[in-house]
Each structure stands twice: as structure tokens, then as C-alpha cells.
């Protein structure tokens, strides 16, 4: 025997009119009552009342049909280099806070640090129709590739500087967090260092040399050069770098400044296996302030990455794009310089 099927119980769940026959009231009045742009057309009384039908049916708007009729999916895709890196966290955690208030879901994408699967990524997002895209991983041969993104969605640059492009970018100020630790270093009567480089395709790690040699070259202090830089910045790179000082220079410097924390803790192995003290025979400080760094030993003297901060002022700007407003503009936090137990004051003779 055929039977008509409840449309409560069919496997797309319970409609708009399943609420309307619930409650009495047309099918377009339950869709203003549950669309919260046009919720203020219907009186307080009825909007309760459709509220609680839905709620007891278990309705669920339909995302893709709600999409046709707004243009919007309510995502956002956050691009970032490396999921693994420690110093992400805390920016996708900035991210996510803000968008949940617009009731927005982040997309999260990784390119391990590869330009061509950035841009495959932005298109294959692009083609899912995104509302807007953040982008973590920027390098300093993504710059057209994000300008095209730019001219199709609302599209920021965030936690990686990227210079010379019109999208907003959402930063720190890394030439100023290189010229606090060159400070640091001159004031502790530091007279030879060096720099342990990370890769040179992103600007914060060339922003943070700058700032650094400019102090060090106003404070008359010498700085050596590994010619080399870390190939990605990690434990492994920070070692080998630190290693091919040991191997090359004729002289060793009394602090050295690893352009990243990951790095910095590598060159304290590489330290350590040459059975040279820190901070006693050299001082070392990192870059980022990552988790648990306050907790070697000794704890790392490093420069405060406001990652939170980062991502919820990129989402922000995001959500002002993408809600139409003109002249939104950079956004450049300040670093914070954290002195701690593995740099010290030189004294009057070399250790």
C-alpha cells in the first residue's frame, strides 16, 4: 500500500512549511521570522511562537539554498603556512573568535610553505565561493597571485608582511622587534654577534634583520655573517646554522640573534654540543614567543608575537570588506621585547 510520507521525516529534515502547517501562518512569514535581517517584519508574539515550532521540528536552514538568495556561503578560508607551527595557534584562535560573532565558519587550509599550492588553494576556494580569504602563508613571490585574489573577494594579508600590494595586511612590526633585540644585546655590552637568518621569501624575517644590523651598525657594534640562511625556520635549520659558525668563524660572538624561536632553541643544542655555555659564553634570543619557551633552561629572551591580537584584527578587517566599507586600512601591531634568563651582561673580559 503507497503512503505519503510525513515531510517532518524525510532525510532532508523538517521545512519552512513544515513550520508554517505547524503554526498556522504562511510559509513567507515563517522565512522573514527566521531570517534575522527581516526578523523585525514580524511582531514579537509570532517570531516566538515560529521560534519554538523550529526548535521542536529541528529545523535547520539550508545553508546552499540560503547562499542562492544572500550571495554569502558565511565562510571564510584561513590559508596558513605550516599547521604544525606552534605560532599559529593562537592566530587561527584570533580568527575564529571573531567570525563566530557573524556567525561565520573559518575554512582551514595549509600550503607547507609551497607558492603553487597557495595559488591553488585560493582558486580552488574561489570556485567554492568563499566569502573572503586570509592569508597566513604569504611569501614575497605570492604578491600577484593575492592581488587577483583581491579584485574577486575580500582578501587580507595577515601575520606575514607582505609590502607593495593593495590588499590590507595584518601585522607586527618586525623591523622594530630586530632593533629591540639589538638594543638588548648593545646594552648588555655585547661587541660581536650574528644573526641566524630565516628564509629570505618572508619579509618579516628580512624586516627583522634590517631593524637589527641598523642598531647594531649605530651602536658600533660588529656583526658577523654565516652567509647562509634557514631553508625553513626550524630546530633543525637553527642547529645547522649555529654548526657552520662553529665549523667557519675564526672568532665566536658573545650573543646571536635566531630570527625565530624554533631556531633559537636549535642553536642552544648546537651551543651546548660544542660544550659552550648559555648565557654564560653566549647569549641567544629567539623571535615570536612561543608556548613553553619561558620554560627551558634557561628560559629564552625573545620578542612577543601578538598572534591572538593578528588574527582577530585580520578578521576583522575581513568582515569590514566584506561588508562593503571603503578605505579600510593596515593594521600594524607593536612587538613587546621579553627579557629572560638566556641573555646576560657581558663582563669585562670574554668568557
Known sequence: MHTTPNRTQTRFGPTLADIADDVGLSSSTVSRALDPRRSLMVNTKTRELIAEAAERLGYRPHLPARSLMTGRTQTIVVIAADL???????????????VA???????????????????????HMLARGVDAIIILAAQRQDAEVIESAGRIVPTVVAARNLLGVSVPVVTHDDRRGGEMVAEHFADLGHKLVVQLLGPSDVMNFLLRSEGFSTVVKRRRVRQLSIRDEAVQPTLEEGSRLMTKLFDSASELPTAVFA????MAIGA???????GLGIPEDISVSGYNDMPLTEFLAPSLTTVHYPGWEVGHAAAEVALRLLAG???????CLDPV???????????????
Open 84 to 98: 604544525g607551527n606552534p605560532w599559529v595557534t593562537p592566530i587561527l584562535h584570533g580568527v575564529a573568535s571573531r
Open 101 to 123: 560573532v557573524d556567525g561565520i565558519v573559518p575554512i582551514i587550509a595549509e600550503t607547507n610553505n609551497d607558492s603553487h599550492v597557495l595559488a591553488e588553494l585560493i582558486n
Open 259 to 262: 630570527h625565530n624561536d624554533a
Open 268 to 274: 642552544m643544542a648546537a651551543i651546548r654540543e660544542h
Open 325 to 331: 566599507e571603503q578605505g579600510v586600512e593596515s593594521v
Open 337 to 351: 621585547f621579553i627579557p629572560r634568563g638566556s641573555t646576560r651582561q657581558m663582563g669585562d673580559q670574554r668568557r
